[in-house]
């Protein structure tokens, strides 16, 4: 079945899903605590946006834990009755719940429902290459980028809750200088790579905005939606790559399938050429929750060290606070 009819027709049982959860009675989700905005947030990094920003005026709900793919997750019965139930739904956007699009189209003619993303300047877009009119929803991986979703996450809570607006403003300029911190250190730890082999392997095609704000060739194996497969010409052609250009290291990321990465480096060993996994890195998802990995600074201050780290660059084994997992 073409995609977009399989999504008109998941659009149509969450319809009825929908108004199912609208019927069922404010015991049918969790009530947070009175005077405290409930949110539900699609992805991790989003989540995290929005908890830095409203501190105590609010309580959020991330849908998607670590190790979750956010190109292909289609919403259950348990979210779609969260979401109805919270004073606001906030989502990424620029295609990149691209299963959740319809029913977040859907949701809004009852709901506040606001992609964040999708106030980003479109000329900081890179161009999606799955899909034409699209754009590459991945703009986390440039720090920079991101202040513009915390920005739009601060906006969203003050027009939501008008007697937090100092609050917010406050948290929101406190976690924007955490951000430059963040920048700041990426851009020393990147500079630090030898040029020769500033080439990012990778599994999914997720990190173009890193590459375009460090300076940094970047190759994924699959597209940048990890529902495009990854054809047998594109792995050989990489592996000729990894071959003739002799780099020595790539990545796994923490929410894709690592069997490609595999094919990659057995291609590579076949031909004389030793490659090794140098890591894994945050890509659609962040750590578990409750870590300094399952923050946003943490995700990328850790992605950032494990590049810097695995192609000869100089960063700190615990990041730049000092911070990160010793065993990740």
Known sequence: MPGA???SLMAMAAGALLAFAAAAGPAAAQTPPAGRLAIVATTGMIADAVRQVAGDRAEVKALMGPGVDPHTY?????????MTKADAVMWHGLYLEAQLEAFFVDLAKHKKVIALADTLPKTELLAHEDYE???D?????APRMWKGVVLAARDALIALDPAGEETFRRNADAHLGEIDALAAYGERAMASVPAEARVLVTAHDAFRYFGRAYGFEVLGIQGISTESEAGLKHIEDLVGTLVGR???????ETSVPDR?????IEGAAARGHKVVIGGELYS???GRPGTYEGTYVGMIDHNLTTIAR?????????GFQGKLDPVD
């Open 284 to 286: 659609d998802a962040m």
């Open 74 to 82: 289609r919403q259950t019965r348990a979210d779609i009755v969260a």
């Open 310 to 318: 695995a192609l000869g660059g100089d960063a700190p084994a615990l």
């Open 5 to 7: 009819s399989r999504r």
């Open 260 to 264: 490609n990465v595999k094919a990659l």
């Open 137 to 141: 929803p991945h703009v986390w991986m």
């Open 133 to 135: 009119g699209r754009y």
């Open 246 to 252: 002799r780099i020595g290291a790539i990545f796994v």
